[in-house]
């Protein structure tokens, strides 16, 4: 019996949270403190997981299985894949970032608030986060993971309608009821999917008889499970919705925008950069392993409703005044890619797909984070409010001009190199919408290039003329995303090594061979 | 030797980096670091040049491999190099210019306090643009591409507290994303047709030609027109020229760099490159020669409108790359004079351009060429120097352009058949007008009396000539303008140094070249009376007249502005505006309305439960009722 | 005459008596019809007893007549503790069945 | 008696009882329905049970029949009319409906539930119709004792128990628990004092010429009738009867009738009016 790895990536931090939420209220610094020391060391725990895992073996490692209830044949199931370890250092990644960017955010308002902000509480929930989402990372237990999956939500409620921005244009009574507004809805949407999921689940059980991902997955290979064609898309569906909400998919999405709006800039990151990515992991290990029949049949409509998210969130990322809600527009965009390239599946599409999930963690969260930093100077997320920031404030407006420039996916950046391979794949199978899926990139820019330009040039405007530039808190944070950013743009291959394999291995799930150059095939 | 070739793009990045990264400590020496390293880069060139230069002309083709890229199933794209005669000649006019401008900028850019930044940007440029020459496959072509558009946005928007700056960069990147996506969708479409992207495989050599020849006529003709959309893109043909105008808001070294010598050229740099491609895609071809050639028009008239001195050597370098154009779309016989076009203009128009820039410092960056004249007095080497370009740029016997100019308009009458006239005629007719506007410049400029008054703030200017850091590389440029094409031309040396990559094919040109050379005497001698008749003879008027029609529209360059505008930007805008209003109503709407429909039937539901035993007694009875009724249908049936 | 007329005799008579259950507010008026009910059971029961030959039907009347009078009993007593507490003998009256 | 009772087919006599008594005990039932007094639905009531006792001694159950009258209608009814007379004889609750649509709904269902009713015994196939000739052969009452006593005999004596909780159940129902000790004389009148109300005890009911009795009021100085004098019951249960107004009108007769006797000239129009209806 081996040191169980996995399992001490997800308890650490959920023993962390237990323990920051126990620090006395006095001592709010030493939660902070508490929090981002247990940050790191999942980072470290997830690194290790990284290095033990071998591309060339097993297709899951680490794994570890306990029977937990016996009568449903539901078992404490873990291990990784190409993907999932990957997507597992993300998030481990990710949090130390976040719980830094944060270190204020949850601190007791100025005197006269009547709102008390428990600055324990704001960052035990953030670990608890990263503990579940990790876990439904790891779980290859169908109902293991359908428990994680469904229960993050619980901290993610709070933790959006609990903390907002420490300004807000509309005075406090305003936010905080557009906050608990936000909340509600993404609760709601995600519990509906979850429910839905739910009876897939159940479903699930009935046909197959037990809730292991690798023996229903075998079966379905060697034939010894053979679902009848209705019964397999009925359940594809029901799987497939509640990872559609989480996405979020057209035309599910409309909880982002608000979530992230509300939300301070931390909560956004880890909702859009964090906490979605279960939804698009869950694609691509759960339908896609379970049901590649009915996946092959819903593509075609995935793949519209995929094209429909991106062009439609970039037009209307364009048309935003709202900061947070255009970056979150922008994700529903990007969000579209990675759908697109899952379910075009072509080997470049899937490995694109699961790079970008990663890209898109990194780049988002550097933009987001630095216009975080922004509004917590001016105190105001419209863009109206701002101009020539980057006179006063260089650093900080270099810093989101790169964000933003990794966002419209820039040659030489990280997402450039997962959004071509998801272009490629698609096109590869599907030219017409790799081609109207181009579109997306203009977009990207217009929206990008337009933010950058209202609040970083043009005269400057006498409320930032004071604005101070980014602090050295503030600079830990921004630093190494973007050196990260520069890094993956320029040599992806440590990650691209990773997920390769776990590709080939869906492929063959799906029993689809890559379409061959035309050349080539007629000679 | 091939290690040197990273080196060449290491040494800008470099500076980039440093002085991007370094902080204020460094204001004092970065333009320095910049010019040194830019200077760096010019020397490796040589060097490297030298080696070419030793080896026999078919291999002079060195290839560096760095790492693996982007390693998928199915799909390789690696960090690797490819130097051949077309880079190398690239490499030297964009390291050799370009530290020129550096040395220029340390004068231009002398009052500015973000100097350092400003060469912070112009090294990334570099860096982006060798990257672009000498990148062996087109996705990493793609990087240099887009790089470069990257940097003319930061340069182009380097005075970022002008709200017109701002825009026009704006401008300019979104204008080159339209052509990116060309070559982005290229690419996929090479991927998909030939499994790869790289050169040596695609487009192979002169000897044994690639794979780009097997696949369908059909597909070639649809990868080429894509080609063809991100040159039009990068290189400001119609229908994407709009933003070349206003990236003049960018300080002048970078129009004279990055707008008129190295990066607009690229899409030339595109073509002649993927020429295995267009020759197999005749239809392409014949597309690029019409876009070559109506830019050229487009750009020449646009040009003889222009006031503001720097838009009038926009358009004229519109015009100039549309010569390059319409040469690369001539197929073998035009890529060689393309390319030479594309050098000598890169002399003569970045010294017409530093000559501006060096007006505009004397003047007080008034850009307004109704508000100069008469100022060969005052600023004796810039008139020189900008007269010499001048010169070269309208094709003067003797001077560079000449040389290279002629060999397109015969190249063009070379095609044949009746496009070859129309073609040879249209860059006759462009030869005229260049020569008209150009005259116009010169003359509006440096003769005549002068017209400058106080500006707003009231201070009279006093022209003076500039530094010596600006009038070397001027200077420099003068020379490369006069004597480039006649060395190149003496001998084919140009000629016998590209065929190798381009390929060589002497038309049978209807006209003898002698004719074609008389024939650009008498256009060019008509366009330089008719400029002096207008603007040498009477003076010129400080406020521009309101002028024929086709003056109005070429000063709003022939409309396409206000196209966009209409079309692109308006229609954009309520397109974005209902596309909120819909999310926010309809698919919000739907959401927010079942949750309410859900609430509303509860709370009727709950009336139900009004507490009284008696109406609970009656739903009892009524279901008793009912399950009489049930047994006894079962009974009966 | 065929007993079987007693079977909806007891029929009717029970309808009767459920319709004034819900008819009537009165708490003893619905007690009263209650027993009207039970009432028509038992006729119904002995007419089967006699039509089937044997003194069960009989028994389940006469047991039903023992419950009915426990029942009577109680029920009552909780009319009349009802009263004492609201001063009214309606079944409307308690309806606190309603939230 | 009973071998003919238990004929095959009903003689003719037992027909016409049926029909004549069938036809009371229904009316008795509506009635017990929709009299507006709860007495009367319970005299009625009594009368339907009495007419099925006779019932059940024509189909041959001697002992239920004794058992009706006696228990039913002799100690049950009683019982009812007992809790009646506690809770107010004339205490009518108005057959004004306040639920919505709670008439129709309760009639449309007992009218389907009666209709399905008699579908189903209409339906139900009852041929054999032996009558309770040798089952009653030695005596009704040893048959069912036989029954009660071998075969139903643990329902029997759970019966008993049940009994025996239910006596128990209503005296712990309708018992009050004495808190605190009874207040004496002493006790009573001192927090009457304190509470500073009717010091002297309540005045007596009205007494007036025609009317005596405890359930009209006395009237005030002024006229108006004071509910203090009526006893205490009858004024929760609304019993007051007001006579003052008769009393007052009587008065003016007598004035008049003087008056014309008198024969005073100023004669009130009013009053004359008054008069005559009043002397009615």
Known sequence: MSFPLLTATAVLPAIGAVATAAVPAAKRDAAKWLALLVSLATLVLAVVVLVRFDPDGARYQLTESHAWIKDFGVRYELGVDGIGAVLVALTALLIPFIVLAGWHDADPMETGSRRWRPTQGFFALILAVEAMVILSFEATDVFLFYIFFEAMLIPMYFLIGGFGDRAHEHGEEVASTQRSYAAVKFLLYNLVGGLIMLAAVIGLYVVAGNFSLQEIAEARANGSLDMATDTERWLFLGFFFAFAVKAPLWPLHTWLPNAMGEATAPVAVLITAVVDKVGTFAMLRFCLQLFPEASKWATPVILVLALISIIYGALLAVGQRDIKRLVAYASISHFGFIILGIFAMTSQGQSGATLYMVNHGISTAALMLVAGFLISRRGSRLIADYGGVQKVAPVLAGTFLIGGLATLSLPGLAPFVSEFLVLVGTFARYPAIGIIATFGIVLAALYTLVLYQRTMTGPVKTEVAKMPDLRARELVVVAPLVVLLIFLGVYPKPVTDIVNPAVQQTMSDVQKKDPQPEVEAAK | MENLIALLIAAPLLGAAVLLCGGRRLDAVGHWIGTVLAAVSFVIGVVLFADLLGRSADDRTLTQHLWSWIPVEGFKADVAFQLDQLSMTFVLLITGVGSLIHLYSVGYMEHDERRRRFFGYLNLFLAAMLLLVLADNYLLLYVGWEGVGLASYLLIGFWQHKPSAATAAKKAFLVNRVGDMGLSIAVMLMFTTFGTFAFAPLLGTQEEPGIAGDASEGTLTGIALLLLLAACGKSAQVPLQSWLGDAMEGPTPVSALIHAATMVTAGVYLIVRSGAIFNAAPDAQLVVTVVGAVTLLFGAIVGCAKDDIKKALAGSTMSQIGYMVLAAGLGPIGYVWAIMHLVTHGFFKAGLFLGAGSVMHGMNDEVDMRRYGGLRKYMPITFVTFGLGYLAIIGFPGLSGFFSKDKIIEAAFAKGGTEGWILGGAALLGAAITAYYMTRVMLMTFFGEKRWQPDADGHEPHPHESPRSMTIPMIVLAFGSVFAGAFFTIGDRFLNWLEPVTGDDHGHSPLSATTVTLATMVVLVVGVAIAYGQYGRRPVPVVAPRGSMLTRAARRDLLQDDFNHVVLVRGGEHLTRSLVYVDHTLVDGVVNGTAASVGGLSGRMRRVQNGFVRSYAVSMFGGAAILIAATLLMRAV | MNPVNYLYLAALLFTIGATGVLIRRNAIVVFMCIELMLNACNLAFVAFSRMHGNLDGQIIAFFTMVVAAAEVVVGLAIIVSLFRTRHSASVDDASLMKL | ?280
């Open chain 4, 1 to 280: 008696m009973s071998g003919q009772l238990a004929a095959y087919t009903t003689s003719t006599g037992e027909a016409f009882q049926f029909w004549v008594l069938g036809t009371v005990a229904v009316i008795g039932a509506l009635c017990t329905v929709f009299m507006k007094k709860a007495v009367h639905s319970a005299l009625c009531l009594a009368g339907t049970m009495i007419v099925l006792a006779v019932f059940y001694l024509a189909n041959g159950a001697y002992f239920l029949g004794i058992v009706q009258i006696v228990v039913y209608t002799g100690a049950i009814m009683m019982l009812f009319l007992f809790v009646v007379m506690l809770v107010g004889v004339t205490a009518a609750d108005s057959l004004r409906e306040t639920i919505r649509g709670q008439r129709w709904l309760a009639l449309l269902c007992g009218l389907g539930f009666g209709i399905l009713l008699m579908g189903g015994i209409g339906h139900a196939s009852i041929k054999e119709f032996n009558g309770l000739t040798q089952a009653n052969a030695n005596g009704n009452v040893e048959g069912l004792a036989a029954l009660i006593f071998t075969k139903y005999v643990f329902a029997f004596e759970i019966t008993g128990a049940l009994l025996i909780t239910a006596a128990v159940g209503a005296m712990v129902l309708t018992h009050r628990e004495r808190t605190e000790r009874a207040r004496t004389q002493r006790e009573l009148a001192e927090q009457r004092v304190r509470e500073g109300k009717h010091l002297p005890p309540l005045p007596a009911p009205g007494v007036y010429a025609r009317h005596n009795a405890v359930d009209i009021a006395g009237l005030l100085p002024d006229g108006t009738p004071s509910e203090l004098t009526v006893n205490k019951t009858l004024r929760e249960r609304g019993q007051i009867r007001d006579v003052s107004a008769e009393a007052l009108n009587d008065l003016r007769a007598l004035e008049q009738r003087a008056e014309e006797r008198l024969e005073r000239t100023a004669i009130d129009p009013v009053n004359v009016k008054r008069a005559e209806e009043a002397s009615k």
